[in-house]
């Protein structure tokens, strides 16, 4: 039985979160991994109606999605760079949450705000310096991403199975390792590098409860180890799903090749491609975040399934290397 201080902390079964993910993660596939067992995170644009703008109201509507397939412990995701962070702090406290995960930006007072209200936080962060702010800014666990996760990523570029263990040396809290985990294996080797818990985004794009349309699920049961591109490496490195030449990925990443300036990249980005590439699921005019780690979908099973192939496959996989590591050598 896999347990750690994460467990007892969120008071979840397994060490699984579901990352917090931009118009993807709506109320049904954080429900459903919540009623698995992991802990499931509502985003606030997930599973945004076409044509709506109205965030707070979607937030709220996904909260209740979710509360709907579960009674087991449930989170959000916040994202500071968001203007209206301090409304969807406020709504997620009046709706009673108690997990909360904040990503891009400084600990510090939201994190004593939120904490007031009994609620845990856990901070996303890319490098051991800013792992070390947000201990001292009195967060309750700290999440380490690495440069194969899906999304955005920290300028640094640092992949996850060198910057976990530091991680874990430099902090005192349970950490949380992000980026490139996507079956129980990956799970396990987070725990070996000293990890007490993992955080899937990816993986869980591809399942019946992600708001993903239907062909980024398609595309991404088509990729292989290849299947993925980072653009925009000096304003915001983000990985996203390969489509062909004719991607919006591929031609942003090649104009940047070629050096076009920032104000020109700025310019063709514009804005809504996350939205057209995730919920249109057109990927010549937008863009979906994935992570390197696709290679390793196969299928489109429920969210729930991909909790309980995770721990098994893990549990087997620790039973094998015990057996392996208590057999004896050959010279
Ligand atoms: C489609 C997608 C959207 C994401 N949006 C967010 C987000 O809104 N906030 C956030 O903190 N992280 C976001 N992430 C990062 C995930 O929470 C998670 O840390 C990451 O996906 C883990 O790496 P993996 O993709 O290799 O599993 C996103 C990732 C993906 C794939």
Request: aromatic share 4%.
């Given at each position: ?18 990352g ?8 049904e596939?954080a ?8 802990l499931?995170?509502?985003?606030p644009?997930?599973?945004m109606p ?7 109201g979607?937030f709220?509507k ?7 397939r579960?009674?087991k412990p ?17 709504l997620a406290l009046e709706?009673?949450?108690?997990i ?7 600990p510090g007072e939201?994190t004593r ?5 009994g ?10 310096h ?19 996760a899906?999304g ?17 040396d430099?902090v005192?809290?349970p950490v ?5 985990i ?8 987070a725990?070996?590098l ?6 899937v985004?990816?993986r ?6 992600s708001?993903a349309?239907?062909?980024?699920k398609?595309?991404m049961?088509q990729a292989n180890?290849?299947?993925t591109?980072?653009?925009?490496h000096?304003?915001?490195p983000t990985r996203c799903?390969?489509l062909?030449p004719?991607?919006?990925?591929e031609?942003l990443?090649?104009?940047e ?9 700025l310019?063709?980005i514009?804005a809504?491609?996350a939205?057209i590439?995730?919920l249109d ?20 099973p429920p969210?729930?399934e991909?909790v309980?192939?995770?721990m098994?496959?893990?549990e ?5 290397l015990?057996?392996r590591?208590?057999?004896p050598?050959?010279?």
């Amino acid at each position: 039985m896999i347990k750690s201080r994460l467990c007892d902390l969120l008071g979840i079964e397994y060490p699984i979160v579901q990352g917090g993910m931009a118009w993807v993660a709506g109320g049904e596939l954080a429900g459903a991994v919540s009623e698995a067992g992991g802990l499931g995170l509502v985003t606030p644009d997930g599973a945004m109606p076409q044509g709506s703008m109205d965030i707070l109201g979607n937030f709220r509507k996904q909260i209740a999605l979710a509360r709907a397939r579960t009674k087991k412990p449930l989170g959000i995701n916040v994202t500071m760079m968001r203007p209206q962070v301090r409304d969807m702090v406020e709504l997620a406290l009046e709706e009673g949450l108690k997990i909360f995960s904040v990503s891009q930006g400084a600990p510090g007072e939201l994190t004593r705000h939120i904490q007031q209200h009994g609620a845990r936080v856990l901070h996303v962060v890319a490098t051991v310096h800013h792992a070390q702010r947000a201990e001292a800014a009195g967060v309750d666990a700290v999440i380490i991403e690495g440069f194969e996760a899906g999304g955005h990523n920290a300028f640094q570029e640092t992949p996850t199975m060198p910057l976990v263990p530091q991680v874990v040396d430099a902090v005192r809290l349970p950490v949380i390792a992000a980026g490139g985990i996507g079956d129980g294996r990956g799970l396990v080797a987070a725990l070996a590098l000293g990890a007490e818990g993992v955080q899937v985004g990816t993986r869980f794009v591809a399942t019946v409860e992600s708001a993903a349309h239907p062909r980024v699920k398609q595309l991404m049961v088509q990729a292989n180890d290849t299947g993925t591109i980072v653009t925009a490496h000096s304003l915001l490195p983000t990985r996203c799903l390969r489509l062909g030449p004719d991607g919006f990925a591929e031609r942003l990443a090649d104009m940047e090749f070629h050096g076009i300036s920032q104000d020109e990249m700025l310019k063709f980005i514009g804005a809504g491609r996350a939205r057209i590439g995730h919920l249109d699921g057109d990927l010549n005019e937008g863009e979906a975040y994935c992570g390197a780690v696709v290679g390793l979908v196969k299928d489109i099973p429920p969210a729930g399934e991909v909790v309980r192939r995770m721990m098994q496959e893990a549990e087997e996989v620790i039973a094998r290397l015990g057996q392996r590591l208590a057999a004896p050598q050959r010279r």
